[in-house]
Every structure is written in structure tokens, then in C-alpha cells.
T-cell receptor, first 115, second 116 residues
Framework: DAGVTQSPTHLIKTRGQQVTLRCSPK?????VSWYQQALGQGPQFIFQ???????QRGNFPDRFSGHQFPNYSSELNVNALLLGDSALYLC??????????????FGEGSRLTVL | AQSVTQLDSHVSVSEGTPVLLRCNYS??????LFWYVQHPNKGLQLLLK??????LVKGINGFEAEFKKSETSFHLTKPSAHMSDAAEYFC??????????????FGAGTRLTVKP
């Protein structure tokens, strides 16, 4: 049973560029959440997708956007990159509704460096 | 809004000695609380969770945590540390129990070092 997979694992961009990160959830999971983990910090919630809609959003600017596809996979897009966007971006999947257990399953992350 | 404070950024223990990682929470309602572990180059993994059932929660790999409402604490313990326990540990609080809001607030983390 494949867990959560993310791509790419590492990438380097320059200020002002745009980046797209991808996530495939654990088999059977329909909800995908994205987190940003800066060096030495705990993950911070960016947003959550369910049924191809953004259901909830954390305190992040509109430069951060996402998408969920019919197969439940998801993308995170960041426009106009800033140096402060350098971080590990984590994708987490879970079940929804009555099947929700409170447990998030995380991928290994995509490490973004902005120069 | 809910939040957690991990009282130690770094804890160092010798192999075979007890582990104590401290976490205090703040919440205006009955929270769900979690401990996650992050090994280098690995995804975060759930150790245990508290969701208003028993106050002493047992998790994987011999870890347990006790929910103390009077002290607003949810400390993580293990009787005997193993070298493989060396990792980053995160205390997490979620919104009202039963809501799938995934508005999970992570602490800053505690790095556990285990010396031979």
C-alpha cells in the first residue's frame, strides 16, 4: 500500500519565479492538506482540499494556491517566490467525515530553496 | 484559538534512561492532542493521540502521554530510551473534537538526542 508521495524532493528557484509541487495521497484517502515547515520550526497549515475544493486555509497570502484532481492528487503552486518561501513543504492525507480518525499521513516533503 | 508550547527545544538522554518531552496547550474547548515524530528524511508519523477518552494514552514504540486538564499539559514519556528514538518530536493540538477541520497547530518541536 503506497503511502503519501511527493515530487520533486528538492528544487532550487530564484526570487520572482513560480513553483509547482505535487502530492499523491495514501490509497483510499480523499482529503489533502499542505504544510510549510521552515528550518527549525514546526509545520504550519497552508490549506486543505476536499472534493476538488479548498475547504480551509491558514494564514498564507494568495501567492499560495492549490488544486485537487478527481483522483484526489493535489498540487501546491507558489507565485512570485520570496527568499522567505524557502522551506520544506509537506503534504498530508486523511479520510473525511465519519471515517476521520484524526490521523494525518505525511509525505517526506519537497525542499524548496529560493535564491 | 488553540496553540501548543513545547517547553524544551532539545533533550538529551542516555540509552536505557527515561524520556520526558514536555508540552503545554492552550484551547478554549476540549482539544484533540497528538504527538508526531519526524526522523531525518522521513515523513512525520503519528505516535499517539488523545481525543477525550482515557487520559493516559499509549502509543507506538513504548511511548505514552498523559492529558492533564488542570495543568493544561500533555507530556510525552518513555521508560527506556533506545538509539532509534533519536528524532524531532512535535506536539499538536486540533480544533473541536470530532471536527474534520484539520486546523492542526504544531509546536516548534523538541529534538531528542540519545547517547550510547
Amino acid at each position: 500500500d503506497a503511502g503519501v508521495t511527493q515530487s520533486p524532493t528538492h528544487l532550487i528557484k530564484t526570487r520572482g519565479q513560480q513553483v509547482t509541487l505535487r502530492c499523491s495521497p495514501k490509497s483510499g484517502h480523499d482529503t489533502v492538506s499542505w504544510y510549510q515547515q521552515a528550518l527549525g520550526q514546526g509545520p504550519q497549515f497552508i490549506f486543505q482540499y476536499y472534493e476538488e475544493e479548498e475547504r480551509q486555509r491558514g494564514n498564507f497570502p494568495d501567492r499560495f494556491s492549490g488544486h485537487q484532481f478527481p483522483n484526489y492528487s493535489s498540487e501546491l503552486n507558489v507565485n512570485a517566490l520570496l527568499l522567505g518561501d524557502s522551506a520544506l513543504y509537506l503534504c498530508a492525507s486523511s479520510l473525511d467525515g465519519l471515517d476521520y480518525t484524526g490521523e494525518l499521513f505525511f509525505g517526506e516533503g519537497s525542499r524548496l530553496t529560493v535564491l | 484559538a488553540q496553540s501548543v508550547t513545547q517547553l524544551d527545544s532539545h533533550v538529551s538522554v542516555s540509552e536505557g534512561t527515561p524520556v520526558l518531552l514536555r508540552c503545554n496547550y492552550s484551547s478554549s474547548y476540549s482539544p484533540s492532542l497528538f504527538w508526531y515524530v519526524q526522523h531525518p528524511n522521513k515523513g512525520l508519523q503519528l505516535l499517539l493521540k488523545y481525543t477525550s477518552a482515557a487520559t493516559l494514552v499509549k502509543g507506538i514504540n513504548g511511548f505514552e502521554a498523559e492529558f492533564k486538564k488542570s495543568e493544561t499539559s500533555f507530556h510525552l514519556t518513555k521508560p527506556s530510551a533506545h538509539m532509534s528514538d533519536a528524532a524531532e518530536y512535535f506536539c499538536v493540538v486540533e480544533g473541536p473534537t470530532g471536527y474534520n477541520n484539520n486546523d492542526m497547530r504544531f509546536g516548534a518541536g523538541t529534538r531528542l538526542t540519545v547517547k550510547p
